[in-house]
DNA sequence: GTAAGGCCCGTTTTT
DNA sequence: CGGGCCTTAC
């Protein structure tokens, strides 16, 4: 079967779509038909007789490289085993693995996701006996991740934390772990110091595309770089109107290094959009326009000018939510739309609360995306940290979180003893708690003793079952959950919230349930128990496969990027909230960066768009009046819709919400 | 030495 | 309101 991508894509997109060899920028923009020009462009060079091992797709999320992998899978039909499509720092994962043994790391290493991070830097500053509240801990983090990834030099004004940062690369190294920076740092390093190595996975992947290439880094784009530039095979799409990772990193100025770096190449601009009607289109045009550092474009459509934007001003965020729901409810009902036609985006994961109660009471099924990620919650993490240790006995981190959870009489005397051992010795934490286990004289009391010991053979006796191919390691983790009697742990913990800790519980028998699907799953020919964690340590949101449809999506502007919904609701459109306060704050010039979030969010819609503005909102404890966002104003009047607040809380709402907040009042003071 | 209860504070966005 | 950290109670 052949695909005439001639047919199939317009001019501009043909011809980023035809033109396999050589660098190429594609300047897309919102709705253009990347991802069908990418994916025909792939097709196309398959079909052309380009292996598919030698093709390496880069995207930013798991979602985007999960969705781009189906469709080429669709297009052509073949089940394409060894395409290459990955997110940045799950490549890096990927040559870490194979090549780490030459920074002389282990390969089975841990990713230390941002909260390990932290605890390690607390670690670390102990070890220099710094006390860590002298430290503003979330700022040393950004400080040094920033200094890992090149974009800020020590400097008078941050040196004093030199010796904590070489104390916290130490720490890593000595743990064998990573974080998510070295996931892109030591592949540069290990291409840039090992020829052999470069020229390796320059032989493997000769053809590469990039895709949302505006949120690259400058070490992503170094690793791009290094990988293209012999055979010159690079093909890099992005929109610099939708670049909203500049906080971490991402830098506009990528484009233009590419530009320099790769003087051939060809431009093309996709300015047709497929995705909106006229009226949300012309909205987001005038908004970006405000924008000065941008490359110029403009947008068109064929749509037609199809519905008004519409501005509601609730009176406050549990109104706004309630609007919502009702909203969505009618139209579903109204005009033959599914629950997956609709996506609700907020600007702060906080806002996502209330919305989400009011979906509960309604009865209106939804999906969060992005938030606390379900392999961040506690009780997922702890047991994760318990596979790390069985897979890392070396991570310090995460031994540091299973010793005393659930609790088993080893607290702070006993840690230190440890930590007195390991220090002297040279060894880990895990290597030294098991040596205190045998030692005759021992300085603990026997109760203490023996529990460590339990412990730690408890420990060893999984290790052994997990080695045994034999054992499934489902069953093996389910029996540990047991033995360590986590469920006993967390009704201790929550003893006033049942159903919390019933919560929790079922949370750990999903995630038993993912693990036995993942074990299960002929197509993971890797079936280690290392290679699965540092997988989900790359995860954000859960990923099931089936669930999108049905349900209402809600989720961060940041996370929206890439999809299309039918109807948005843009809630929160506030002052203080989009522009958010706390960015505009750390540098004024962010606000261009806030725009292109409100030029992203309004771009995701294809018919409909909703906006709200409330008129207060509880921060914290205290109510504020709030006002509209600045942004508003950029939009010309005439495309919006006003709906004033005229409409007051009627007496029966009105009481149902006092009866409502009595029972919670009633409830929380006995 | 360990664990339970009191007190303060509130991470923008994510791999 | 809930989680992390510190103080006090066993």
């Not at 979330?138 to 040094?144: A, D, I, R």
């Not at 995306?369 to 596979?387: M, N, P, V």
């Not at 750390?586 to 709200?612: C, G, H, S």
Request: hydrophobic share 35%; glycine share 4%.
């Amino acid at each position: 079967m052949t695909i005439d991508i001639k047919k199939e894509l317009n001019d501009k997109q043909y011809l980023a779509a035809a033109q396999v060899n050589g660098p190429l920028l594609i300047i897309a923009g919102a709705g253009s038909g990347k991802t069908r020009m990418i994916t025909y462009r792939i097709a196309h060079m398959l079909e052309n007789g380009i292996h598919q091992s030698n093709i390496l797709a880069l995207t930013f999320t798991n979602k985007a490289a999960r969705e781009m992998e189906e469709r080429v899978k669709t297009l052509t039909n073949r089940k394409l085993t060894n395409l290459t499509v990955s997110t940045f720092h799950a490549f890096g994962v990927k040559i870490l693995k194979e090549s780490i043994s030459h920074l002389d790391y282990n390969d089975n290493f841990s990713i230390y996701d941002q909260t390990d991070k932290i605890s390690a830097i607390k670690e670390a500053a102990r070890e220099l006996n710094i006390s860590p509240d002298v430290l503003d801990i979330y700022e040393v983090s950004n400080l040094f991740s920033s200094i890992k990834t090149g974009r800020q030099k020590w400097s008078e004004r941050n040196n004093s934390f030199k010796p904590l940062y070489e104390e916290y690369q130490e720490y890593l190294y000595n743990h064998n772990s990573v974080d998510f920076d070295d996931l892109i740092i030591l592949p540069v390093k290990l291409l840039t110091e090992y020829p052999d190595i470069l020229n390796g996975y320059q032989l493997k992947y000769q053809y590469i595309m990039v895709d949302e290439f505006q949120d690259t880094s400058l070490a992503q784009y170094k690793m791009i770089k290094q990988l293209a530039t012999e055979n010159r095979n690079v093909c890099v799409v992005g929109d610099d109107d939708q670049s909203i990772y500049s906080w971490r990193g991402a830098n506009y100025q990528n484009i233009i290094n590419f530009e320099t770096d790769f003087p051939e190449l060809t431009e093309i601009k996709l300015e047709q959009n497929y995705r909106s009607t006229k009226n949300i289109l012309s909205a987001a045009n005038s908004l970006i326009a405000n924008n000065t550092n941008r490359k110029e474009k403009e947008l068109w459509t064929g749509i037609g000018h199809g519905k008004s934007i519409e501005l509601y001003y609730p009176e406050n965020e549990t109104r706004e939510a309630d609007f919502i729901s009702e909203m969505i409810k009618s139209f579903y009902l109204r005009n033959n739309l599914k629950y997956h036609d609709f996506g609700v985006l907020i600007r702060t994961n906080n806002l996502s609360t209330l919305i989400e109660n009011s979906f509960l009471t309604e009865n209106i099924p939804y999906k969060v995306s992005g938030g606390t990620s379900f392999f961040q919650r506690k009780e997922i993490k702890d047991i994760i940290a318990y596979l790390r240790v069985l897979d890392n006995p070396d991570d310090d981190v995460n031994f540091l979180r299973i010793l005393n959870t659930p609790r088993r009489g080893l607290g702070k005397a006993t840690l230190l003893k440890i930590r007195e051992i390991s220090k002297n010795k040279g060894c880990s934490l895990y290597a030294a708690a098991a040596e205190l286990r045998w030692t005759g004289d021992s300085p603990l009391s026997n109760k203490v003793q023996s529990s460590l010991q339990e412990f730690i053979d408890m420990i060893e006796e999984y290790k052994e079952m997990l080695q045994d191919e034999e054992i499934k390691k489902f069953k093996t983790i389910k029996d540990l959950i047991e033995t360590i009697n986590y469920w006993g742990y967390l009704i201790v913990e929550h003893q006033k919230n049942e159903k919390l800790a019933k919560w929790k519980y079922k949370n750990i028998s999903i995630f038993m349930e993912l693990f036995e699907k993942w074990e299960k799953n002929t197509d993971s020919k890797d079936k280690k128990l290392g290679t699965y964690l540092n997988r989900i340590t790359l995860l954000t949101r859960d990923d099931d496969e089936d669930s999108d449809e049905g349900q209402v999506n809600l989720m961060t502007i940041h996370a929206s990027k890439g999809l299309e919904f039918e109807y948005v609701f843009l809630a929160g459109v506030e002052n203080n909230i989009i522009p958010h306060a706390r960015s505009i704050e750390e540098n004024p010039d962010n606000i261009e960066e806030e725009r292109r979030l409100f030029y992203v969010a309004i771009t995701r819609a294809k018919q409909k768009l909703f906006m709200t503005s409330c008129k207060t909102r509880k921060i914290g404890y205290e109510i504020v009046d709030t006002g509209p966002s600045p942004f508003l104003s950029e939009i010309p009047k005439e495309l919006i819709e006003f709906h004033t607040p005229a409409e007051d809380v009627n007496d029966d709402e009105a009481m149902g919400y006092f009866a409502k907040m009595k029972n919670k009042f009633n409830s929380k003071d006995h």
